[in-house]
């Protein structure tokens, strides 16, 4: 229980903007394995513009289900951990992410009305491609690395349903909508913007 | 329905807004040497450039000034394709006259507002669409080489759209008659501070 309370206040810490953007799985000094994995989604950019970018587009339609999609996350990211688990260092393009990210955002700013299936597909791509990003890298101890895994899981459930269940409780009005829109505007943008900038580290 | 006191308190805190906004640092954001890293540093980007400021809040103002679609279409589009520029920025494409772009899109932003100009949907989408390249391609050029920079342009998408909410904020106030006046009033201010830039005044 002590250990949970003073868990939490050192995970925020580690949510410096220092830290932002650490796409390789940088153990943050003072963390345990699984408060490590629990960060890891907070800290790398592209998991939090597609989790954000998932989470508009699951929730915003009325009336509010966003279960069965959720469910297919859960599965898909628990099977890329697992897969990513089984073989360490299999990595995803971050162009398959940004790709997911901008094809879920575009629905959400241009107010498409996608099929039901469209949802799921995003579910489980954004849940495959997270998990198996989220894997650790090759551990000493696979122990360590079921903890980093497990509390990825955690991570990456803990941001999709909050953004899920924050924007499902926005009322009815245009207002909602208009910002929901822009928010996945601002989302195209960045992944854009970090396509570019990631070219250019290639180049 | 609200009472002239909550009317008022409402204007009052619009105009403090706007005055903050517009005592920020004149100094123009298109600094030469680099220096700039991390997301603090992108969202202070557009807000230390008064050129960028006048204009993001121009497009919020007319999005809302046009009512409707326009309200979220506007501030949908430019960030978007501000992004594209800024791409084309970060590529390394040169395009001309982006700071006479950047001094053109207040002035004709502002004059749109002040002469309560209202285009068809897509010719005000298309207007936007063209000055958010050069926005988005002079905030590409500057962009660092650190680790930081994707932060950078975290922040400073996260800014420019902020600044859009403060203008669509104001240009809510259309719905009171002096409100009206007050949103032409700020295009117009908005349209003579572009020409100050365009002249190099400012």
């Given amino acids: ?203 | 329905m609200s009472t002239p006191s909550l009317s008022h308190r409402r204007a009052t805190r619009a105009w403090v807004g706007i005055g903050l906004l517009l005592s920020c640092s004149i100094a123009s954001a298109h600094t030469e040497s680099g220096g700039a890293g991390g997301f603090s540093s992108g969202f202070l980007h557009p807000l230390t450039g008064l050129d960028h400021v006048a204009a993001m809040v121009a497009v919020g103002l007319w999005g809302a000034f046009l009512g409707s679609r326009a309200t979220w279409l506007l501030p949908v589009i430019f960030p978007m394709v501000m992004a594209v520029g800024g791409a084309l920025g970060v590529a390394g494409v040169h395009i001309p006259g982006v700071e006479t772009g950047i001094a053109l899109s207040a002035i004709a932003l502002g004059l749109m507002v002040a002469f309560s100009v209202r285009p068809p949907l897509w010719v005000a989408g298309v207007l936007v669409g063209i000055f958010a390249i050069f926005h988005g391609h002079a905030h590409g050029t500057e962009l660092p080489e650190s680790a930081n920079a994707l932060a950078f342009a975290i922040g400073f998408v996260i800014s420019t759209g902020l600044l859009h909410l403060c203008g669509i904020a104001f240009g809510l106030l259309v719905k009171y008659p002096w409100g009206k006046t007050a949103v032409r009033a700020a295009g117009g201010v908005i349209a003579i501070m572009g020409a100050c830039f365009l002249t190099g005044v400012l």
């Fill in chain 1, 1 to 203: 229980m002590m250990a949970a309370m003073t868990a939490i206040p050192r995970m925020v810490e580690a949510l410096s903007l220092d830290n932002l953007c650490v796409e390789a799985h940088t153990m943050i000094q003072g963390l345990d394995q699984f408060e490590n994995g629990v960060i890891h989604p907070f800290l790398t950019l592209s998991h939090v513009l597609l989790l954000i970018a998932f989470g508009l587009l699951v929730s915003r339609r009325k009336p509010f289900s966003p279960g069965w999609p959720l469910l297919v996350f859960t599965l898909f990211a628990t099977a890329g951990l697992g897969w990513g688990l089984g073989s360490p260092g299999v990595g995803v393009p971050l162009l398959l992410i940004l790709l997911t990210t901008v094809a879920a955002a575009i629905s959400v700013t241009t107010g498409f009305r996608e099929p039901a299936a469209f949802r799921l597909v995003i579910a489980g791509l954004s849940g495959l491609l997270l998990g198996l990003d989220s894997a650790p890298e090759a551990m000493d101890s696979r122990w360590d690395a079921f903890k980093t895994a497990t509390g990825s899981w955690v991570g990456l459930l803990v941001i999709v349903v909050c953004v899920t269940a924050y924007t499902g409780m926005l009322p009815d009005r245009k207002w909602a909508s208009f910002g929901v829109r822009i928010i996945a505007s601002w989302i195209i943008a960045i992944s854009v913007m970090v396509l570019a900038l990631s070219f250019r580290r290639v180049s």
